[in-house]
């Protein structure tokens, strides 16, 4: 007999299935249509045609899920280290891939033509060699034990997008990736020992332009004892036991340079000098090109130690004197421009990176504001100047002596060195005194690198032709009618207008 409890029973119908299904549809929309699509494929009640749409259609449905599936899975079980094109660590990384043949993997590349890093001959084949890298897609390498993932794409970075490359590894723990990264930042430097990285603005950002090799002391000339005291004050400015004086009483650790001069004079070869000599990154900027906002950018994203190149720093506007009472400091020229207080702003501000080592370089010092060049901010100042005897000798030596580490003891060497130290005197003594910078004598001199003696003969006529060519350029007139050298004394009395009017 049957018992009334199990004549009101549910006979197995598929509307509990079906109840699960509508509810799995809440959380998963097109769960049940995916569903009882399988289940028809399944059944294998339909025609091939019909199949294949369906799969599609199945496929459709599925994506978003896979999608979903795949980032879970990504965030669960992998780890990930992305790096910004901007980095200097982005560079590391592509040297490592490309000195690998890794580039080659990548299905999908990003061809320029490829930086001169010193190490290459860049005539011949290595002319405008091709460099590919990653781009836009992903792949696999070994790297030790483990199986890396790259992966390149474009991140918004403000207004705009930046590349930016992801290193991932399988696993919670991104050490695996954290090791590779390290040693593609070993090798890096390995490979760039005694070079100077040098790295120039683009907009807020700095980008590595070259990486050349440390140019050594000698070969810049500038009187010994300027040269002796400026190596001896930078070297002591990173000194550990400085670092440590500075912080130990809260004085901010910087320091600022100013070269000055006329142009040719060296002083962008003396930056790069002091660079090498120190194993420092040359940061250099165009104050002209940038606003405030970018400076205070620029030094912000600084490494500790380095140095600040700001060439012709004369060339911004708001850097000259504009006269006592003036509000130079304050008064932009456009939003566009950098002021005064935005440069000082960048120097002093608390965002300035400390151990930073600034050199600026001017040819016309006269025009400076007093503020810029205070000391505090420049702490000391460099005259480079023309040639007189004792320069002209140093140029000469540097053309045609043999450099320190080619020289062999042997007597014919000693012989050459003798003759050419004698014959840099007779040189020395046909130019002029201050008429010529360092650049132009050796643009001279290259020509006859392998003749000194005919060098020594053609001096005196090039002297005179060039001297002659330089007179009757100060004296020619300008676009505004006016000769450089009626300027030269209209500036002259500017200035002793404004001396007068400021003693009353
Ligand atoms: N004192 C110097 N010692 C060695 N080389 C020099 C010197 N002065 C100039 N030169 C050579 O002349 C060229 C120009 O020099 P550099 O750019 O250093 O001069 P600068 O004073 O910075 O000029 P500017 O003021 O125009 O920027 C370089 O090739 C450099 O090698």
Same mark, same amino acid.
């Given at each position: ?9 549910h ?6 299935? /079906? ?33 294949l ?24 079980f992998?780890?990930?280290?992305y ?6 660590t ?7 891939i ?12 990003? =061809?320029? =033509? ?8 860049p ?13 836009h897609g ?14 390149t ?19 919670r723990?991104?050490?695996? =990736? ?16 005694? @070079? %100077? ?7 807020d ?25 400026l190596? @001896?004050?930078?070297g002591?400015?990173?000194d ?7 912080? %130990? ?16 004079t ?7 000098? =002091? ?7 040359i ?10 906002? *970018? ?19 004369d ?24 002021t ?19 050199? *600026? ?6 025009? /400076? ?16 100047q023309l040639?007189?005897?004792? /320069? ?57 690198r ?49 001396? /007068?009017?400021?003693?009353?």
């Open positions: 007999m049957m018992t009334p409890s199990s004549n009101t029973s006979p197995p119908t598929q509307e509990a299935p /079906l109840q699960q299904l509508s509810l799995l549809d809440i959380f998963f929309p097109g769960a049940s249509l995916a569903s009882s699509t399988i289940q028809q494929i399944l059944a294998g009640d339909l025609g091939s045609y019909a199949h749409m369906y799969l599609f259609g199945l496929l459709g449905l599925l994506s978003p899920y896979i999608y979903k599936l795949k980032a879970f899975l990504e965030g669960s992998t780890s990930t280290v790096v910004q094109s901007t980095d200097e982005y560079n590391m990384v592509l040297e490592w490309s000195s690998r043949g890794l580039d080659g993997a990548a299905r999908s590349s990003i =061809v320029r =033509v490829k930086k001169q890093n010193g190490r290459e001959d005539i011949g084949k290595a002319k405008k060699a091709l460099s590919f890298s990653p781009w992903s792949f696999i390498f070994r790297h030790r034990n483990s199986f890396l993932s790259y992966r794409s474009l991140a918004d970075v403000g207004f705009r997008k930046e590349e930016e490359l992801s290193i991932t590894c399988l696993g723990s991104p050490k695996t =990736v954290k090791d590779f990264l390290n040693e593609c930042k070993d090798e890096y430097l390995r490979l760039n020992r005694n @070079k %100077t990285t040098v790295f120039r603005n683009r907009r950002c700095w980008e590595r332009v070259a990486v050349v090799e440390a140019r050594p002391l000698s070969t810049v000339i500038l009187a010994d004892t300027q040269k002796q005291s190596i @001896k004050d930078v002591e400015f990173f550990k036991r400085t670092r440590r004086w500075y912080s %130990t009483r809260s004085v901010p650790y910087r320091k600022g340079i100013l070269f000055y001069g006329p142009p040719g060296g002083k962008t070869s003396l930056s790069l000098s =002091v660079a090498g000599r120190f194993g420092l990154d940061y250099t900027a165009s104050v002209s090109t940038v606003n405030d906002q *970018m400076l205070h950018d620029l030094f912000t994203k600084l490494p500790p130690q380095c140095i600040v190149l700001l060439e012709d720093i060339a911004a506007t708001a850097t000259h004197c504009r006269g006592a009472g003036s509000a130079n400091a304050s008064k932009p020229a456009d939003k566009e421009s950098v005064l207080s935005g440069l000082l702003n960048a120097f002093d501000g608390v965002a300035s990176q400390e151990g930073r080592l600034l050199i *600026m370089t001017t040819n016309h010092i006269r025009k /400076l504001d007093d503020a810029l060049i205070r000391p505090g901010r420049i702490d000391r100042k460099v005259e480079f040639v007189d005897r004792d /320069l002209a000798t140093q140029v000469y030596r540097l053309v045609f002596e043999e450099p320190a580490d080619v020289v062999s003891t042997g007597k014919s060497q000693a012989k050459d060195q003798l003759r050419v130290e004698q014959l840099s005197i007779e040189f020395a003594a046909k130019i002029p005194d201050h008429e010529f910078s360092p650049a132009e004598v050796l643009s001279f001199l290259i020509p006859y392998d003749s000194p003696s005919c060098a020594l003969e053609n001096v005196e006529e090039w002297a005179a032709h060039t001297l002659k060519e330089k007179r009757s350029k100060e004296a020619g007139p300008c676009e505004d009618g006016m000769s450089n050298r009626d300027r030269t004394s209209a500036n002259h009395g500017k200035y002793l207008l404004s001396f /007068l009017k400021f003693w009353g």
